[in-house]
C-alpha cells in the first residue's frame, strides 16, 4: 500500500482539483473537467434554485426521474426539488419509464427523456446512475441543455464524469456523453438513500485496488498510451481512508457517506479527464458488464452495479496478487502476444453466442476484440520492453493493488457482498466462472486478464484455483 500522507482533495473545490492535475500532466494530455459547480454537504439541495438561475436557459426546468419513491429526511425528495424551484421558474416533472419493471438506458428510456426535454430551459436529474446516465445522454443528443444533476446515493461514479453506460443490442457500453453542467450531493439525501446502495458503493470504489493496476499495465505494454498516474492519484490517495471507514459505511455514518461521495466524485472525474473509464474500470468492471449481459438475456433484475464489482474486485485482486508472485518475464514467449484472430473469434462466439438468437451480443463484443488483436500486433517492442523491465513494472504493480484478504474484510465491514452468491440476485457458481473466464473476450481494453490468457493462465483451471483461493478469505464463489 503506498502512503497516503496527502490530503484527500475536496471535489467541490474544481479550481483546486484542476491544480492537482495539472501538475502531474506537463504535457496537456488529460481532458479539462467541463463542470462548473459541485456542491456536497448536509444542505446542498439548498443551492439548487441559485445553480438553476446561474446555469439555466429561458424555458421550463424539466425535472427528470424514475418512478421510485426517494426521501430527504421525512419529506419526499421529487417534490421538494419542485417546491423549491416553482418560485422563481415554471417546472415540469417528468417521469421516465413508468410501466415497465426496471429501468435501462436503453433506446426507449432515451427517446422518452430525449421527448420531455424538447422545449426545457434547464434538465435538473433527480435519481441514481441510470437515470443520471439516461438525463446526460438525452441533454447531450439534444445539443448540451443545461444539466443539473441531484445525486441520490452514493452507489457509482456515473455523476461526475462525461461518459453514459448506454445497453446497445442487448450490450452494455461506456459512451462519450457530457459533463453534467453541476453536481449536488445533499447528504441527507444520501443518507436516506436505501443502505445496500450506499454499501454497493463501497463495492464499486473497491476497484480502485484494482483497475489502477490493469491501467498501468495496458500503459507498459502500449496497449493504452493514455496511462498517467494523475487522474489515479486524484482518488487512490483516498485508499487507506476508505478502508478504515469500511464499518462506518455499514452504520450510515455521515462521516463515511461524505468519504464515500467525495471520493466517488474524484473517481468519475479522473475519468472524465482520462478520456476514458480505464482510471477505474478493468477486471472487475468487466465481469460485472457481463453479469448484466447475462441477467438482461435471461429476463432477470441486475443486482447493484458496485455490490458486482465489489465482489470480482476482491477475485482480481487476487489475481493480481498470484501475477505478481509467480510471473516470469523469462517465461514468456512474445510471440504468445500475437494469437491466431480465428481461434480468438471462435472464443468470443463461444463464450456471448448464447446470450442471443441474432449472435449479435457476440458480433459486437467481437468488433471491439478484433481492434485489441489488431493493436496486439503493434506493440511487440513494448512488450519486450515491459518483459525486460518487469522488476520495476512489479513494483509499481504492488504499490496500486492491496493484500486481497484486507480487502475482503473491509468489504464485508462495509455490509456489500463479497461472494457471487451473496448478490441479489444470487449469481451461480457456473455463471460466476462464466464472467471470470470470458472477461477478456468482451472489450477492447487490455487488463490482467488479457495478459493471463495471453500466456496460458488463464484457463478454467485457473479460475477455479482463484475461486477456491477467494472462499479462504470470504469471497468468491
Ligand atoms: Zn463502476
Not at 473537467?33 to 443551492?47: K, N, T, W
Amino acid at each position: 500500500m503506498p502512503e497516503t500522507a496527502d490530503p484527500i482533495p475536496d471535489p467541490a473545490d474544481l479550481d483546486a482539483t484542476r491544480g492537482l492535475l495539472a501538475a502531474g500532466d506537463p504535457e496537456r494530455r488529460l481532458h479539462p473537467i467541463g463542470m462548473r459547480a459541485i456542491r456536497i454537504g448536509g444542505h446542498a439541495l439548498d443551492d439548487l434554485p441559485a445553480l438553476v438561475a446561474d446555469l439555466g436557459r429561458p424555458g421550463p426546468v424539466v425535472i427528470l426521474g424514475d418512478a421510485t419513491t426517494m426521501r430527504r429526511g421525512r419529506e419526499d425528495l421529487k417534490a421538494l426539488v419542485v417546491e423549491r424551484l416553482a418560485p422563481s421558474r415554471e417546472t415540469r416533472r417528468v417521469t421516465i419509464g413508468t410501466g415497465r419493471p426496471e429501468l435501462h438506458a436503453d433506446e426507449d428510456a432515451l427517446a422518452e427523456a430525449a421527448a420531455a426535454i424538447v422545449d426545457a430551459g434547464c434538465v435538473v436529474s433527480v435519481g441514481s446512475g441510470t437515470m443520471t446516465d439516461i438525463a446526460k445522454a438525452a441533454t447531450f443528443a439534444t445539443g448540451g441543455l443545461p444539466l443539473i444533476v441531484v445525486q441520490t446515493a452514493v452507489s457509482v461514479n456515473a455523476f461526475s464524469d462525461d461518459m453514459a453506460v448506454l445497453v446497445r443490442n442487448g450490450v452494455k457500453r461506456t459512451v462519450p456523453s457530457r459533463w453534467p453542467d453541476a453536481l449536488v450531493i445533499d447528504l441527507q439525501v444520501i443518507a436516506g438513500a436505501p443502505p445496500e446502495m450506499n454499501r454497493a458503493g463501497f463495492g464499486e470504489l473497491a476497484s480502485m485496488f484494482t483497475a489502477p493496476a490493469d491501467w498501468y499495465l495496458a500503459g507498459a505494454l502500449g496497449m493504452d498510451p493514455a496511462w498517467m498516474a494523475a487522474p489515479v492519484d486524484l482518488f487512490r490517495r483516498g485508499g487507506e481512508e476508505l478502508l478504515v471507514a469500511a464499518g462506518a459505511v455499514r452504520a450510515n455514518e455521515a462521516g463515511a457517506l461524505a468519504l464515500l461521495a467525495r471520493l466517488m466524485t474524484l473517481s468519475g472525474i479522473a475519468l472524465g479527464v482520462a478520456g476514458s473509464t480505464a482510471p477505474i474500470s478493468g477486471t472487475e468492471h468487466i465481469v460485472s458488464h457481463l453479469l448484466d449481459m447475462d441477467a438482461e438475456a435471461a429476463g432477470r433484475p441486475l443486482a447493484f452495479h458496485g455490490a458486482q464489482v465489489g465482489v470480482a474486485a476482491i477475485v482480481a485482486a487476487l489475481a493480481w496478487q498470484e501475477t505478481l508472485e509467480t510471473f516470469d518475464p523469462d517465461a514468456v514467449d512474445p510471440d504468445a502476444f500475437d494469437p491466431d484472430p480465428t481461434a480468438v473469434e471462435a472464443n468470443v462466439r463461444a463464450a456471448f453466442g448464447r446470450l442471443d438468437e441474432t449472435g449479435a451480443a457476440a458480433e459486437e463484443c467481437w468488433r471491439d476484440v478484433e481492434r485489441k488483436l489488431e493493436r496486439l500486433r503493434s506493440v511487440r517492442p513494448a512488450v519486450r520492453r515491459f518483459l525486460r523491465d518487469w522488476p520495476r513494472h512489479k513494483a509499481a504493480l504492488r504499490s496500486l493493488t492491496v493484500d486481497p484478504g484486507v480487502l475482503a474484510a473491509a468489504v464485508g465491514r462495509a455490509g456489500a457482498p463479497t461472494r457471487f452468491s451473496d448478490l441479489d440476485p444470487a449469481v451461480g457458481p457456473g455463471l460466476a466462472q462464466w464472467a471470470l473466464g470470458s472477461c477478456h473476450l468482451m472489450r477492447n481494453r487490455f487488463v490482467l486478464a488479457d495478459l493471463r490468457a495471453l500466456t496460458g493462465t488463464w484457463t478454467s483451471a485457473d479460475v477455479d484455483r482463484l475461486l477456491t483461493r477467494a472462499a479462504s478469505i470470504g469471497a468468491g464463489l
